[in-house]
């Protein structure tokens, strides 16, 4: 039986890339509410923990159970109809559409007129569509970029991207928010506005995984911190402790991860 207070469990999740042991049997446990992060060198394997978690990468052995199911995902959009959204690294929007319509896409996961419908635009598609755009509006609001929904994704700053990313994710109701390095390339104001988003994002209910390079921002935001190197967990604790960990410091060789 799972423990109601756990959303995630990954049970010695292994992954080879021919003779690269990207993941080696990685155990760790997310609990409902938390922000979680993890983070390790170049290479260590995080994006390949979110991309075999989210269905784009079988992993050869181990299993992650979420909320309570072992989870069977092998394609992203399985893992976003049982409630787990992601960002990417390399920022994945739809360049030539608007901040909205991009938003929008992500909101048709949970919404119910079929073909026939969008073909026939009945009367429950229509209203189904009008609460579709008026959610994308309101999530628009929430990350900060709404007076940006008529623009094109593409010609959005870097960081305004980032937060149309996380919008997109949100539409989607996750229980579990997955960020691949939202801070890349984001100027200190930028950071700063991240964190209050992110510690909002989780305020408001969703369970948030993040991987970020920005030490400083994840010690300060989340509440336990997982590292990884070489495809292995070496550590797994609060902030405080991780800081201090001898393993940690010798993996981000030899320099202070405060
Ligand atoms: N599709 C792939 N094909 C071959 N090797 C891969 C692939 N994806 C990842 N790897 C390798 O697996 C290891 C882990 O990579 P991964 O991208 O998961 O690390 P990371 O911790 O996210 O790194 P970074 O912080 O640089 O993004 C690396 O050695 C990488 O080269």
Redesign the pocket.
């Known amino acids: 039986m799972s423990e109601p207070q756990i959303l995630l469990q990954a049970h010695d999740v292994a992954?080879h890339?021919?003779g690269?042991k990207?993941?080696h049997d990685v155990s760790l446990t997310i609990r409902r509410g938390e922000i979680y992060g993890l983070i390790?060198?170049?290479?260590?394997?995080?994006?390949?923990?979110?991309?075999c978690l989210t269905g784009l990468?079988k992993n050869e052995s181990g299993h992650f159970v979420f909320d309570g199911v072992k989870l069977t995902a092998d394609a992203p959009h399985k893992a976003a109809e049982v409630g787990i959204a992601r960002t990417f690294?390399n920022i994945r929007l739809f360049g030539n559409m608007t901040a909205i319509e991009n938003v929008m896409v992500g909101r048709h996961l949970r919404t119910h007129a079929g073909v026939l419908g969008a073909i026939t635009r009945n009367r429950a598609t229509m209203a189904e569509e009008a609460a579709i755009t008026r959610r994308a509006e309101e999530l628009l609001h929430y990350v900060g970029i709404h007076e940006r929904a008529h623009d094109h994704a593409k010609n959005l700053s870097y960081g305004d991207q980032r937060r149309l990313e996380i919008a997109r994710a949100l539409a989607t109701e996750p229980k579990l928010l997955a960020l691949?390095?939202p801070a890349a390339g984001m100027n200190g104001t930028e950071t700063e506005a991240l964190r209050v988003l992110v510690e909002g994002i989780c305020k408001d209910g969703v369970t948030v995984l993040l991987?970020e390079?920005d030490v400083k921002l994840v010690m300060g935001l989340c509440g336990r911190v997982a590292v990884?190197d070489y495809?292995e967990k070496i550590c797994e604790d609060v902030p405080a402790v991780v800081q201090k960990d001898p393993r940690v410091i010798e993996a981000y060789l030899g320099g202070s991860v405060a």
Request: aromatic letters at 16%; proline letters at 4%.
């Open positions: 992954k890339f021919g690269v990207a993941l390790g060198p170049n290479g260590a394997g995080k994006t390949t923990f979110f991309n990468y690294q691949d390095e991987i390079h990884l495809g």
